[in-house]
């Protein structure tokens, strides 16, 4: 049996400077107001008191809003390609939540398949991910409805569960159990520790009261999905902003662009979005360029297209795309609703 | 036909590892098809890359402009020409028009090939109907030399080309070969004449019906623009053929060429990743009409 730790909460700012010696610890951190996961300042974690979820979710930091992919310049023997420098410290991320966890497995799949993305794969495979279970997650959460609990991750390398003043540390995978055996200054969890941690994650796994049925799902969507009244209505307040696309953990549609400045240029990508019109533009016509179709493009994908190819729903239900709606544009009505006779 | 997911068979030719990193490739001509398509012949910069890379007809490459970005191009000469690549390009965007800016000589990004390619081992032994209009000649013609260069494998070939006008005809110099080959029956077809033009006049899918190739043992293999694609494949269902009988490339937006980006999906399908050829029982099979 794995013998579980424990950390006081006062101590976790001496854990990360521990941590730090080893790795860039990113931790929640506030940006001029929004939420993210950013690199640990070395002392501060009043964190611990205002964090529910990170506004950016932590697909950024392994799939940035944009990149370099590599940089050209032109001299007398022609052109001449050159691959960016690379952050050679690996990233710990403390207090990813599962939800996010599980979405950077959902994102894993494309990224590994087929041909290997590796700029997001070299970032991803020397990550270390520390999960921090929810005590407060938000009245949008839905993450029970898609297979995930607030508290309880398998995506993630180390687990942590509060437990009072204490965090109970959960070893997940190999690569965090070899961690823990680094890091002195740990305690051993007691049977009334764990027993305090499961009774924390069931309370947790209860306050998540949003639903969703994902049965038969797929199923639903294709018999609708010739409905084009129905996508109309369901598409008929949202502004195409594309900020539902931007804040999903598990979107990672991108662009390709170049920049030059007199010979000297460089090929970045950057995020794009289904929800845009000029995203399938061609010069000659349009797929996508009626909203209705933009709508359903970006509900299909993520609940039939997705489990088609890899058998998983591209969804953890973190409710961004909910809270962070300037229409409340809401996707579980969406999936509640839809015109299908059972 | 291999299951439109399955490209294990498919080589890579990665720089770097790094499969968005392009190889450097040289312009060493460039042909005017007619005042709005160009051909490019070019060449890897490096030679033992020359020697090395492979490609299947109807595969794609992403060309790259340094500085004005990457745009996908399928490669329109066939693999059984060794000693350059082609591929042709409409002036319609902001990419293509750079192309069009450019001399011989010129370095541009090449990544590629991807996609699925036309279907050899289905096409061997059978009768081939080629119907293409305006630059779609372009994935077909990489195909049709292919054929013509192991003549022995295929049965009979039946080659529909139109154009809006004898000026836009594209591959002069090709149809002029094929014309004259007596194992091939080439027939050529403007929307509108003008006054040197002596022959047919007619939109490509009637010209197609008036041709009327036999469905037996054959295949026919559709490229144009989408107009023209709508319809031929009823034009070729009146003539006996079936939908896995007909065979089309289809175009998208694909700017990672590899399944990533996400911009060409047909519902779960994407064109670049498990097309850009598919045949019209699969297309007809899409959850999605988006194509």
């Not at chain 1, 207090?95 to 950077?104: M, S």
Request: net charge neutral; with cysteine; proline share 5%.
């Amino acid at each position: 049996m794995s013998s579980k730790k424990k950390i006081n909460k006062k101590d976790i700012g001496k854990l990360l400077s521990r941590w730090s010696q080893q790795f860039t610890v990113l931790a929640p951190s506030m940006e001029s107001g929004v939420a993210t996961m950013a690199e640990w300042d070395g002392k501060d974690t009043s964190f611990l008191d205002w964090y529910r979820n990170t506004v950016i979710p932590p697909k950024a930091n392994f799939f940035p809003p944009m990149e370099e992919m590599f940089s050209f310049q032109k001299d007398r023997e022609g052109y001449h390609i050159e691959l960016p420098l690379v952050n050679e410290h690996k990233q710990l991320i403390f207090g990813i939540r599962p939800c996010d966890a599980k979405a950077l497995a959902i994102l894993d799949m494309t990224f590994e398949e087929a041909y290997e993305d590796p700029y997001y794969l070299a970032k991803r495979n020397s990550a270390v991910l520390v999960g921090l279970g929810c005590t407060n997650p938000y009245d949008s959460c839905f993450c029970t409805s898609l297979g995930i609990s607030p508290a309880e991750s398998t995506d993630v390398d180390l687990m942590l569960t509060d437990i009072g003043d204490q965090f109970l540390i959960e070893e997940v995978t190999d690569k965090g159990k070899e961690l823990i055996a680094k890091t002195s200054g740990l305690k051993e969890a007691t049977e009334t520790d764990e027993a305090r941690a499961k009774e924390a994650k069931e309370t947790s796994h209860n306050k998540v009261t949003r639903k969703i049925n994902t049965e038969g799902i797929e199923d639903k969507l294709l018999a609708c999905f010739d409905d084009e009244d129905y996508w109309e209505k369901i598409a008929a307040k949202c502004i195409s902003c594309g900020i539902c696309t931007f804040l999903c953990p598990t979107c990672y549609c991108f662009d390709i662009n170049d920049e030059l400045v007199k010979q000297q240029g460089a090929r970045f990508r950057s995020w794009d979005s289904c929800a845009f019109p000029l995203y399938t533009k061609m010069p000659m016509e349009n797929p996508r360029l009626e909203k209705w179709r933009r709508v359903r493009q970006r509900v299909c994908h993520k609940f039939e297209f997705y489990p088609m190819t890899f058998n998983v729903i591209a969804c953890t239900g973190c409710g961004r795309c909910i809270r962070l709606c300037p229409v409340n544009w809401d996707i579980t009505r969406v999936l509640e609703s839809l015109p299908v006779k059972v | 036909m291999k299951g439109i997911t399955d490209i294990s068979h498919r080589r890579r030719f990665l720089a770097g590892g790094n499969v968005y990193l392009p190889h450097i490739v040289v312009i060493e001509r460039i042909i005017e098809e007619n005042p709005g398509v160009r051909t490019f012949h070019f060449n890897f910069k490096d030679e033992k890359l020359r020697e090395e890379f492979t490609f299947e007809s109807g595969q794609f490459g992403e060309y790259s402009v340094f500085g004005i970005g990457e745009a996908p191009f399928c490669i329109s000469s066939s693999p059984t020409i060794r000693d350059h690549l082609e591929f042709a390009v409409q002036k319609v965007g902001r990419i293509t028009n750079a192309l069009h800016r450019l001399g011989v000589g010129t370095e541009l990004g090449f990544r590629g090939p991807y996609g699925n390619g036309f279907p050899l081992d289905f096409l061997q032994g059978k009768n081939l109907v080629f119907v293409a209009g305006g630059i779609g000649l372009a994935p077909l013609r990489s195909l049709i030399w292919n054929v013509i260069d192991n003549r022995d494998k295929y049965k009979s070939i039946d080659i529909i080309y139109g154009a809006r006008s004898p000026a836009d005809l594209c591959f002069k110099y090709d149809l002029e070969v094929w014309d004259k080959d007596k194992t091939v029956n080439m027939v050529t077809t403007v929307d509108r004449g003008d006054e040197t033009w002596t022959g047919r006049v007619g939109l490509v899918p009637k010209v197609l019906e008036e041709v009327a190739p036999s469905a037996s043992n054959a295949v026919a293999i559709v490229c144009g623009p989408p107009i023209m694609i709508r319809f031929t494949f009823p034009a070729l269902e009146r003539l006996g053929f079936t939908p896995e009988q007909m065979l089309t490339t289809l175009e998208k937006r694909m700017k990672c060429g590899i399944g990533k980006c996400g911009r060409c999906n047909i519902g779960n399908v994407y064109v670049c990743r498990d097309g850009p050829v598919f045949s019209y029982a699969q297309i007809k099979n899409f959850i999605s009409s988006e194509y």
